[in-house]
Nanobody, 121 residues
C-alpha cells in the first residue's frame, strides 16, 4: 500500500507564499508522476501542476509563473512552491501520484488526504 502524506498548507495573505510537500511511502518500485490537484466546494478537482519521471512538468494556466513544482526522486517527494498567492487559490490541495509497487506492478493512481490553503484578501 502507498501512503501520500502532505504538509505545508495554511492561511496566508494575498501576495504571500506557501510551500506544499508530499511524501510517498510504501514498497515503491517506480514513480511515474507526482503532482497536485485542488478543489473548492461545488467544483471539480482541477490539476494544478504535475512532474513526470523524466523531469518534465505541466501546470494550469492559472498558476503559470506563480507556482513551481519540483521533485526529489530519492525521497519520493514532490514540492509545490506557491508564490504571489491570490484569494482564488483558496482550496483543498490534494497530492496525486502514479506509482508502481511490489504488490501492484501496474502504475496505479494514489491520492493524499488533502491540505487546506486559504488566501485572505
Amino acid at each position: 500500500q502507498v501512503q501520500l502524506v502532505e504538509s505545508g498548507g495554511g492561511l496566508v495573505q494575498a501576495g504571500g507564499f506557501l510551500r506544499l510537500s508530499c511524501a510517498a511511502s510504501g514498497r515503491i518500485i517506480a514513480t511515474n508522476r507526482m503532482g497536485w490537484y485542488r478543489q473548492t466546494p461545488g467544483k471539480q478537482r482541477e490539476l494544478v501542476a504535475m512532474i513526470f519521471s523524466d523531469g518534465s512538468t505541466d501546470s494550469a494556466d492559472s498558476v503559470s509563473g506563480r507556482f513551481m513544482i519540483s521533485g526529489d526522486n530519492a525521497k519520493n517527494t514532490v514540492y509545490l512552491q506557491m508564490n504571489s498567492l491570490k484569494p482564488e487559490d483558496t482550496a483543498v490541495y490534494y497530492c496525486y501520484a502514479v506509482i508502481s509497487t511490489v504488490a501492484v506492478r501496474t502504475p496505479s493512481p494514489y491520492w493524499g488526504q488533502g491540505t487546506r490553503v486559504t488566501v485572505s484578501s
